[in-house]
């Protein structure tokens, strides 16, 4: 019989700037222990649905994040997002983007297509049409996209998604989890140093 890898929860929103910010170390992370654990990506839902546009004391708030994180770890952000676009605190359109091309297997493909159009190229994921041209980018079976993204089952999967992500103690994001022969331990997120966070996992499995 197979021994089951333990296994490491990523508890992330596509829109979640500090995501964006921690990709450089958190892909380090996934090259090191790929081997030794199952990488599972668990969607948190930072925001739900809303067609109300965002206060521009909230633009003002979430803009002066990028700033911080750009200032802390050196991550570019196109601040023509807030000109360019009416902004809505919701990711929910981008986290169902997500669920839909994981049916076709390209969950990373669409993250990093997500994260790219909207951290760099001022583009609103928030917005159907937006992630309908980035699934046509990165080659994906559109028709079927489509109908995945509006589809009931997409979104009950995403709320199933979200409940399992809190259960485990994921509300904010990023977060990280190693579960193994039952137990789970919450391994603390170092945005700077890999090393780190991967000899913590390693001395947790």
Known sequence: MPVLKPKLYYVYDPMC???WGY????????????????IIYV???????????????????????????????GSKFNYEFWTDNTPRRATYPACRAIVAARAQDAEQAMLDAIQVAYYTQAKNPSDNSVLVALAKNIGLDIPQFETDLLALKTHQALLTEIRFA??????????LFVVREGKQVEIPVDYKDAEVTIELIRSVI
Not at 50 to 66: C, F, G, L, N
Not at 166 to 173: N, Q, T
């Open 17 to 19: 700037s500090w995501c």
């Open 23 to 38: 990709k450089p170390v958190w892909n380090q992370i996934k090259q090191a222990v790929t081997d030794d654990v199952e």
């Open 43 to 73: 969607l948190g839902g930072l925001a739900p649905d809303t067609d109300e546009p965002m206060p521009e004391m909230m633009q003002a708030q979430i803009a002066s994040h990028w700033k911080k994180i750009e200032n802390f770890l």
């Open 166 to 175: 809190r259960s485990i103690g994921g509300s904010s994001f990023p977060s």
